[in-house]
């Protein structure tokens, strides 16, 4: 049997888009992050044991409970936050500044925040670990590495 060459490039072409498929969440940083096997800097007061697990990429914890409505996918809120790595360095912080409105679920922002905001109540304070599939992933994104966990402390002052 004799395959064309038109036809083994093609299969050549389809292989390499498989296999990069295949790699999305790993890349030139190495593997994607796991948030219950990193160390945190003392500083950031993360114990992964004691925060809610909404998936093995997802973790929170409510430092302030809410007393106002309760935010859903497709509403709008408005935030304060401040963000680290697990080191403890921070690389972003909206507080003292103006307050951050996005749509809840919208892709408006990165999938930790999109799910781990979900059910907050207006008025509270919670902090979210989020490991890189849900964060910026094997790409990073300025100051933040490729496949860094985040720790965000967020307070949302409104849901609408």
């Not at 190495?30 to 697990?53: D, H, R």
């Not at 921070?90 to 103006?98: C, H, I, Y």
């Amino acid at each position: 049997m004799r395959l064309h060459l038109p036809f083994i490039r093609a299969i050549a072409v389809v292989a390499l888009i498989t296999a990069a498929a295949c790699n999305l969440d790993t890349g030139p940083g190495g593997s994607p992050s796991n948030p219950a096997g990193e160390t945190y800097a003392a500083s950031l007061g993360v114990n992964i044991s004691q925060m809610t697990k909404i998936s093995n990429d997802l973790y929170f914890q409510d430092l302030v409970p809410g007393t106002g409505t309760a935010a859903a996918a497709g509403s709008g809120v408005s935030v304060t936050y401040t963000g680290w790595l697990a080191n403890g360095t921070q690389f972003d912080s909206n507080v003292g500044g103006a307050a951050f409105p996005f749509t809840l679920g919208a892709h408006d922002v990165i999938d930790g925040w999109d799910l781990g905001l979900v059910g907050m109540k207006a008025g509270g304070k919670r902090r979210l670990v989020i490991g890189s599939a849900l964060g910026y992933g094997s790409g990073g994104r300025g100051p933040i590495p490729p496949n860094a966990t985040l720790v965000f402390d967020v307070q949302l002052l409104s849901v609408r």
